[in-house]
């Protein structure tokens, strides 16, 4: 088909966050990287269907205008479709979503994500929104936009959830599919130079994943819901081809790693390390996730081969120094893994990213953060002492309640106003949430903690150890 024959696709990726994130020194934390995130699921489902539509992909984090850019490009669109995590960007999405049905009431609007996949219904029961796809997009998305394209009724694809005239209907689910069997990536859908970031080891990072899903079942988090704890893993060789071609093509130093779970086949990444290694291309990954309990324990030789195939930094998502916590989150992981994931970063010179969280439902509050700010101040004098303050990064934040997760209705019985529409959810604090079981008090301190870490800060090792007792005298 002529590319002037084709029908139009428009994809938007809303701000996952409201304001601007302000660069304050220069190191890193959460709110210093860069907020320019490639729209990973909108390429994702766009490949599918790129041969035969044209797609249209706007980024609210790279396109200033982007509310004009959206409108004018739903002109005789086939369908608007937006991805939306909980949070701000669902109220982003949802300004968008009006404005273009507004114009375009006939439009169908699809949303896909995590929000839509774990609230379908509420998510339909606002009037801008026609179809959402759950869980993984890429085959649904496809038989969607078929059958939309036909004007055939949609009632055979599995993974949606739509409206019919004032009903919801939900389709049964889909199930989670093997990564491999779709193409690659489309980088050449957007433009790739304005998605190119400065991060730590350079200053042409771009964003990338090699795995999809977690097989772990954290009751704060979404991701269970969203793949039913399966995962699927990209061939190492595909991995390393893919690198290497947008590594030369994009001239990157640099790839951000956006999976859930990287190390979970070892044998994977050491072959995948191997790949690396031999092609020497003086690659580094960073943030690349991995879980606590996994890597306390993991063989010496996945480590050393990552770092010699350029796994500069783990993200670990520590959560809590308090066991009781840990437990409550069903975490799997137990406090004296804390340092020996600490220890092995050291010995294999792996930047540690750590995230912590405190005010987790049904356990002692007090406790909690005492002994996670405890565990914060391990890490950081582990790093300290040695002088190597700027090879770690601690993220603290509040624990925010993600729809249908055990916590969520662990938290509703604590007091949590139940969030009764889609809007509840966009307007809902995804910064600083204060629970209602989380005293005023406590709530400011674990800020001030925030604030007062060397990377927020900007103090050394005596400055911080200085802040730490006076911050844990004021605790008791
Ligand atoms: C990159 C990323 C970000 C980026 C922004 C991404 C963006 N879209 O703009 C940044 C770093 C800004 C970010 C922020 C946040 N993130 Co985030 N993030 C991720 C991460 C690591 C990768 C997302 C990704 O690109 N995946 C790859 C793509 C291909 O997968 P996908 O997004 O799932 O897309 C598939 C389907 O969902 C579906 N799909 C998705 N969108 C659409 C749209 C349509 C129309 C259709 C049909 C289908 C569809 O099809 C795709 C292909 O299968 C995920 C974890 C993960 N591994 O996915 C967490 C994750 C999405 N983030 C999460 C959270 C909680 C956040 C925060 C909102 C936290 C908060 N409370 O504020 C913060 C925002 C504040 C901050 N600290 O900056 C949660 C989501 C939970 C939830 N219920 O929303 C996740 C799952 C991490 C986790 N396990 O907890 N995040
Ligand atoms: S290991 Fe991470 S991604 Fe997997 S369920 Fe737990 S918090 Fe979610």
Known sequence: MKQ????????????????PVEIRNKMTTSLQVPLINVPLSLLAIARMVKNDYTIKIVN???????????????????????????????????????????????????????????QPEQTLNNPNIDI????????TFKEVVEKLDHNLPLTDISGISYKEEDRIITNPDRDFTDLNLFPPIPYDLIDVERHIKDYKFGDRCLDYYIS??????CHFCSEPLFCGRHWSGLEPETV???LEYLAKTYNVDTFMIRDSDFFLNVNRVKELCKLLIEKDLNLHLSSVN??????????????????????????IGIESGYQDALDAMN??????????????CIKHDIDLRASFMVGIPGVDTKEEIKRTFQAMHTIISAYGKIERLEHLDILLSFFTPYPQTPLYNRAVERGLNYLKTLEDWGDFDQFD??????????????????????????????????FYSGIMDELE
């Open 60 to 118: 609210a984090v790279v396109d200033t205008n982007y509310k004009e850019l959206i409108l004018n490009a739903c002109e005789n669109a086939l369908c608007f479709g937006v991805s939306s995590m909980t949070c701000y960007q669902i109220r982003d999405g949802l300004d968008i979503s009006m404005a273009v049905k507004e114009r375009y009431p006939s439009l169908p609007v699809i949303w896909g994500g995590y929000h839509p996949t774990t």
């Open 4 to 19: 002037k024959d084709k029908k139009t696709i428009v994809l938007f990726n809303p701000m996952p966050v409201k304001h």
């Open 290 to 315: 991995g879980r606590m309990e996994h890597l306390s324990r993991i063989d010496e030789e996945v480590l050393s081969l990552s770092r010699r195939a350029g796994v500069w930094e783990v993200f």
């Open 240 to 242: 390393a081809s893919e």
């Open 212 to 217: 999809q899903g977690c097989a772990a079942g």
């Open 132 to 139: 959402v796809v759950r869980g993984q997009g890429e085959l």
């Open 433 to 466: 949430f204060k629970a209602p079981w989380m005293p005023q008090e406590y709530h400011d301190l674990v800020k001030k903690f925030r604030d007062g870490m060397p990377w927020n800060s900007g103090c050394d090792f005596d400055g911080w150890c200085y």
């Open 331 to 344: 975490k799997g992981a137990k406090v004296d893994q804390i340092m020996s994931c600490t220890r092995q």
